[in-house]
């Protein structure tokens, strides 16, 4: 069965540093998604991305985030400089369509990448 | 605003069946999701609902009120995997994201 992937399963850096979490979509996907999930809290909306634009971001995402499709398959969010708080659980999703409804419109998740900011 | 509202915890008896509710506040609606999410990892797809009524699939069951926004996951003959959180979310119509509620921890005791 497809499924989504993430690269690096676990992440510690520096505060200040660079990072680039890695995701494979689901190869039919079209919509690509990040969330976040600070332990013990809910999920978060960050971006939604569609036809190597983004469609929907919110009020997270800000100057220090971005997403990139660099080619057929990755699908890549940068953090600039990263702060302790952006230590969290981040999960990639990829769905067959966003806005058009039905079940097609489901987001399947990846396994998320743990990102330890010292 | 968005709002979603669910249970923080219950507890129930394996074998046994137990109801989860949410009930939410949002500008738009484009359909209801639930998922599953164990401790330390993804969520998972459960169900997904944006008509009224009931949609049955094996031990789980999710339901929804548009006109009440409400809807809950019912899950049967419960079994010890079956702890974990289960998370209400929705899309709104206008915006093309997921909006989850903080998620239900459910704990099953033999």
């Known amino acids: 069965e497809p499924e989504v992937t993430q690269t690096p399963s676990h992440q510690v850096t520096q505060m200040g540093q660079e990072v680039i979490l890695r995701c494979v979509p689901i190869?039919?996907?079209?919509?690509f998604y990040w969330y976040r999930q600070i332990l013990g809290q809910k999920v978060e909306f960050l971006v939604s991305f569609y036809n190597n634009e983004i469609s929907e971001k919110s009020e997270i995402f800000d100057d220090q985030f971005s997403v990139e499709r660099p080619d057929g398959s990755n699908f890549t969010l940068k953090i600039r400089s990263t702060k302790l708080e952006d230590s969290a659980m981040y999960f990639c999703?990829?769905?067959?369509?966003?806005?058009?409804?039905?079940?097609?419109?489901?987001?399947?998740f990846g396994p998320g990448t743990r990102l330890t900011v010292l | 605003g968005q709002n979603i509202d669910q249970p923080t915890e219950m507890t129930a008896t394996e074998g046994a069946i137990v109801q989860i509710n949410c009930t939410y506040q949002t500008s738009g609606f484009n359909g209801l999701f639930w998922y599953q999410q164990h401790a330390g990892e993804a969520p998972t797809f459960l169900s997904y609902n944006v008509l009224d009524g009931l949609e049955e699939k094996g031990r789980f069951s999710s339901f929804l009120s548009r006109s009440k926004g409400y809807s809950y996951l019912l899950l049967k003959e419960l079994q010890m995997k079956d702890s974990a959180s289960y998370l209400c979310?929705?899309?709104?119509?206008?915006?093309?994201?997921?909006?989850f509620g903080k998620g239900t921890r459910l704990h099953i005791l033999p």
């Open positions: 979310a929705v899309r709104d119509r206008r915006d093309d994201k997921i909006i």
């Open positions: 999703a990829s769905s067959v369509r966003g806005l058009a409804g039905g079940l097609a419109d489901t987001q399947y």
């Open positions: 190869s039919n996907h079209l919509y």
